[in-house]
């Protein structure tokens, strides 16, 4: 059988392309049969279908037809019995789509299944009885139930045929709905006397190839007379139901009349219909003839019935006519939501009009009750675009930001117009992933943060905090040290920044009286790629510490010489004698200073200013009076602890510098002595504990020298023979020089290769002397290798000296 392929295409509004492509197969093909090659009508490529994951959607939980994506081809997946499918129905199709992902597209496929003749026709009844009078007239009619064959078309019931046909003849009566009424006609008056019983088969032919057939026994019994039929009072009556009326709702009432009196014109009410699925929705009382519902009516099922009912009385005459039922639909069934394709997670970066959900929606009813409008209930960033035969898009409608909502929970709500509207939702779960759009951002636009002096290196100062609005490693920040410098030094080389946590540290330890403040620049980037990042300014104030003692200025202290300060004996009380000039290095209070007097010669004689440093006198200067004043001033700062310095004051009282000097010849002996005699005490003790652990120290190594240099010279085989110069007279004639000689032997850690080198020979020394001098004379020499391996052992280095007696 030639299969069919028709293709139409067509551009949706919002971008995805959406074709539709029919074939035409007959039914009970075996599995894996080809339908169509789906590719190649579609234009598509094998390869498109492979990476859009092509699949096939339906409605219907059963699939008669499978995708091959490898080879682009519909194939049968189920046996197709269109009887089953379809019914009655014509023409049979199967309806379903090709979804494609990436991007998003769809294609409709309708697939007809066409008839084969594999259906006999059958007769609801093996046999048929009935009772007539003899008295039939000549063309009275007898009802007799048709065949039905599931097959459709040519290959449906097609003829009838009678035999034998000696008494009776077929009349067929073609119905508009295509289905035939099938009439016994007497041609040849009965003789009960002749033939009380006549037996006929009737046949049913279809038109298929090859031709299949059906029969049916018909067994007549001839009566005595019986000459008056029912009839009914119209031949077609026309009735309207309301769909899901509840059973026992009469839908119509028909009415026969007959002639006869007594059980001759008693009328009994049936259904002749073959089709089963009106018997099962409606019955007829034999005795009144209403129809009533027995069972749930369905206007999407069928929207209309037809009912053939047959009259007959006791004497086997009847009569038929037809009941036409039409079912008005009401608003039952909800609008259904079918999902066809749909994105779980979408880049917050997405173009809008990006298609997320691909929905289909059908509702059962028609007319307004079948029109349905869908809407998304929350006021959310999308948009549901529709196209033609209730098919939904779900897209981007504004742009998307994961940092205001990192997931919809979107609700599709589709109503349909019917009174009361019926609707279905369903609820879409839509996750935003992360696109790194923004920036690390620090919770200050600068930052100060204090250290004092002093510190250890490594000492956390402060710590520097950026978020990042973003997810996951675009979130991810680190911090990083900006070059630059401070006072022409590399800023790593004052602090450092930890990556991960943002912590400064101090590389150096700081000192408030060389930097008192600097700042710089730090870096806080995210993982993203490509990464982004922003700065901040942090500023690093150094806090002073009391680390410096005050300096004194005046009066200077020296050494060698001493200073004094002249009061004459005529002093008045508050006479300004000098003053004790001080400063301070250190910051704040712990540069404010303070002076007192710690030790005098006479305390009742002066006094110390205690901010301003000045040495007055507090009474009057007398002859008693010592020459010679020494005062000690101490200078205290304010810091905790606090640092103090002290200087000594001299002051003669005395009206003349020549009794000044004779006073103080002596005076700067005496004193180191007199104060400082524990000092010496103590430093004689080590002094000459030193050299005692010095001497045994010396001894020993002398020893282990020795026995070293016996040692390499036994092993290095090579003799030593000391050199003696000639004896030199000097010219004061004191006689013979005595000899001195010193040997220094050297000698490396690995075994006998080395070098070895010697002091040239007596002949090689330059002596120089100076006749007039009673001193050193001194050798000047030169060394020279008496060896030319580079190997040799040892080294020896020869020093000579002189010493003139």
Not at 200 to 219: H, N
Not at 337 to 355: G, H, L, P, R
Not at 490 to 515: C, K, L, N, T, W
Not at 671 to 692: C, G, Q, R
Request: charged share 25%; net charge negative.
């Amino acid at each position: 059988m030639a299969r069919q392929v028709l293709l139409f295409l067509s551009v949706l509004s919002f971008g995805s392309v959406r074709g539709q492509v029919s074939y035409s197969i007959p039914e009970e093909m075996p599995k894996g049969s080809l339908v169509g090659n789906i590719a190649q009508d579609l234009g598509l490529q094998i390869k498109r279908l492979i990476t859009g994951k092509a699949r096939i959607y339906t409605r219907d939980s059963d699939e008669y037809v499978e995708l091959n994506r490898d080879r682009g081809v519909l194939l049968v997946k189920e046996r197709i019995d269109r009887e089953t499918l379809c019914r009655q129905t014509t023409p049979c199709a199967l309806h379903f789509q090709v979804i494609l992902e990436n991007p998003m597209e769809f294609y409709s496929v309708t697939v007809q299944i066409t008839d084969i003749n594999d259906n006999s026709p059958i007769f609801k009844k093996a046999e048929m009885n009935f009772k007539i009078s003899e008295s039939m007239m000549i063309g009275a009619k007898l009802v007799l139930e048709r065949a039905v064959d599931p097959d459709v078309g040519i290959n449906g019931v097609h003829g009838y045929e009678l035999k034998p046909t000696d008494n009776f003849v077929l009349k067929l009566h073609n119905n508009a709905d295509g289905n035939k009424n099938i009439e016994m006609v007497l041609q040849k008056p009965l003789d009960r006397e002749k033939q009380e019983q006549i037996s006929l088969v009737l046949t049913a032919v279809d038109g298929g190839e090859p031709q299949m057939s059906g029969t049916m026994q018909i067994i007549i019994t001839v009566l005595d007379a019986n000459d008056n039929a029912p009839v009914f009072t119209q031949p077609t009556y026309k009735a309207t139901v309301t769909e899901n009326s509840p059973k026992g709702t009469v839908v119509a009432s028909v009415t026969a009349s007959d002639a006869d009196q007594g059980s001759n014109g008693k009328i009994t009410y049936s259904i002749t219909n073959a089709i089963d699925d009106d018997k099962k929705l409606f019955e007829v009382n034999k005795e009144t003839g209403e129809v009533t519902l027995i069972g749930d009516i369905d206007f999407e099922t069928s929207r209309n019935h037809q009912i053939h009912l047959l009259a007959s009385d006791d004497g086997g005459l009847t009569d038929s006519c037809k009941l036409l039922i039409d079912v008005q639909d009401i608003n039952d069934n909800n609008p259904e939501i079918n999902i066809m394709s749909k994105t779980n997670v979408i880049s917050e970066d997405a173009k809008v009009n990006t298609v997320v959900t691909m929905i289909n929606i059908e509702d059962k009813d028609t007319g307004e009750n079948g029109r349905v409008q869908c809407s998304l209930r929350e006021s959310v960033p999308f948009a549901l675009k529709t196209s033609t035969n209730n098919f939904f898009s779900l897209v981007t409608d504004s742009d998307l930001d994961r940092e205001g909502a990192s997931e919809y929970n979107i609700t599709v709500t589709c109503s349909d117009e019917g009174l009361p509207s019926l609707s279905s939702s369903v609820t879409l779960t839509l996750q935003i992933s992360d696109v790194n759009d923004n920036p690390p951002v620090f919770e200050r636009s600068s930052y100060e943060a204090y250290i004092v002096e002093n510190n250890t290196p490594g000492l956390s100062i402060f710590t520097v905090k950026a978020t990042d609005a973003d997810w996951n490693q675009n979130a991810r920040v680190s911090y990083i040290l900006e070059d630059s410098s401070v006072n022409g030094v590399p800023v790593s080389s004052y602090v450092s920044v930890s990556a991960d946590s943002g912590v400064i540290h101090a590389v150096r330890s700081f000192d408030y009286e060389q930097i008192k403040d600097f700042k710089f620049c730090i870096k806080a980037q995210d993982g993203g790629s490509p990464p982004l990042s922003s700065n901040v300014t942090v500023k690093i104030m150094i806090q002073d510490q009391n680390d410096n003692a005050p300096q004194v200025l005046y009066p200077v202290q020296t050494g060698g010489s001493l200073v004094a300060e002249m009061v004459p004996r005529s002093a008045d009380v508050g006479y300004l004698v000098t003053k004790v000039v001080a400063v301070d290095v250190d910051s704040g209070q712990n540069a404010w200073l303070s002076y007192k007097l710690q030790k005098a010669t006479d305390r009742a004689l002066f006094e110390v200013g205690l901010q301003n440093g000045e040495v007055r006198t507090i009474r009057q200067v007398t002859d008693k009076d010592a020459v010679k004043q020494r005062l000690t001033v101490i200078v205290e700062d304010n810091g905790q602890p606090s640092r103090s310095a002290t200087v000594i004051v001299n002051v003669a009282v005395a009206d003349s510098f020549p009794e000044v000097l004779s006073e103080f010849t002596d005076f700067t002996h005496d004193k180191e002595y007199n104060e400082n005699l524990t000092f010496y005490l103590v430093l004689a003790l080590a002094v000459v504990s030193f050299l005692f652990i010095t001497c045994v120290v010396v001894i020993i190594s002398v020893k282990i020298y020795r026995w070293r240099q016996s040692r390499i010279l036994y092993h290095s085989n090579l003799p030593v023979i000391p050199y003696y110069p000639p004896r030199y007279s000097d010219t004061l004639g004191t006689g013979t020089l005595p000899h001195v000689y010193n040997y220094e032997v050297c000698r490396t850690t690995d075994s006998r290769k080395s070098d070895c080198k010697f002091g040239r020979a007596g002949s090689q020394n330059v002596l120089i002397m100076d006749p007039s001098s009673t001193g050193t004379m001194q050798r000047i020499q030169s060394e020279k290798s008496i060896l030319d391996e580079p190997d040799s052992p040892l080294e020896v280095r020869n020093k000579l000296s002189f010493s003139h007696l």
